[in-house]
């Protein structure tokens, strides 16, 4: 179940903490149920962050090297830092990603996706097939966060294919000669962002500025071009996907007795693109009537928990502003809460609204594909064309 959760049938009965050994046959214990997803994320003495970012299928030496010879380094920073240093360097990260900043991008990105649809519907009446990961989903976030966060000068793709292998080598079941190829992709990128992060202006500038190390401004950029772009990458191909399937909601849409904002947050619900997210306890304890050793790692099942039937009315199907819609953990909670949740919502609003009448007239070729990876969706395509 570890590697392809969002594959398990809705009904599938599961224990609110469930032991799960993995590919590699290490355990873990597997957290159903919204409260205690919630109670884990909320009680850092508790359950340590430290673990986030771990690579799940163990690095062998070879690929270790291959890090090694780029100056790899990931020290704690943000989700994986549970220590002192972590308020101040999420306020800088937050500032630059404040409500009023992210309000300011919608007019440019509304009128950048408008000019896509466009382009995507003409290709559509001329009765050509369209993907719509590629040609809409997949580039946005990256330039809307590069408008928000200076970055460094890399063409598009190089930053995705980055970030795209990094979720690989971290959350991925790999072979080892699949690690050292993702370990050389992943320690390239990481030589740039350790010279940009020297020089660079923008949150590199005001890190340094805190007095923060090269390593922390590096690892901080690392954690934004993965999490700060391939997520909503993501996000929006699910979205668009399932509300293809969903006709009674674009008819909402389109006559305006749904709000968009009603429609992403059903969305997070239901189609997280990050699915688990993991904690490890720091102490010995119990958690749902489960004994928890310290040290045990704790796999936090955030879709489910989105489904949980005790928060919401109607778990499996998408209903706008139904109850419990937004008490979703897509962004987790607590102190690691993501910082960049209204980001996220504003672009998944406006591909929403521009989007739907697009959607209400297509047919799926292609449906998005996703690998196998304990965390991220990462969907690889979604093709459409006119009824
Ligand atoms: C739909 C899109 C997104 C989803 C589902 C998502 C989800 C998450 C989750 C589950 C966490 C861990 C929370 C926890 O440990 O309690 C997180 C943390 C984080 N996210 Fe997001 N995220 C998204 C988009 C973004 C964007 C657009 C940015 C920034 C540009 C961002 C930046 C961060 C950062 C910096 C953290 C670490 C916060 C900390 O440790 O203090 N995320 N996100």
Redesign the pocket.
Known sequence: MLFRSWAQTADAHWPDVARVSDHVGVAHLVVTRHALVRQV?TDPATYR?DN?LDAVTPVPVAALRVLAGHRFRLPPT??N?GGVS?PAI?AI?ADA?HPTRVAAQRPWLTGLVRERVGGIAAALDAGGAVDLYAELAADL?LLV?ARLVELPDAPVGAVKEFARAALELFWAPLDAERQQALAAEVGRFHRVLREFAATGGGLAGSLRAAGHPPDVVVGALF??LV???E??SQ?LTLLLHRLAGEPAVLAALRDGTVAVGDVVEEG?RLE???VT?RRVAAVDTTLGGTAVPAGTSIVLW?ARAGRDPATVDAPDEFRPGQRGSRRHL????????????Q??RME?AVVVAETAALLDGVTVLREPWCPDNLTFRMPDAFVVRRR
Do not use: E, K, S, Y
């Open positions: 994320l962050p986030a943000l989700a830092n972590h999420r990260v990603l976030p966060l954690f934004l999490a700060g772009q997520t909503t996000f997070l997280p693109p990050i997210w955030l897509a962004f987790g909670a607590g102190a690691h809460r993501c910082v960049g949740d980001l996220a998944a």
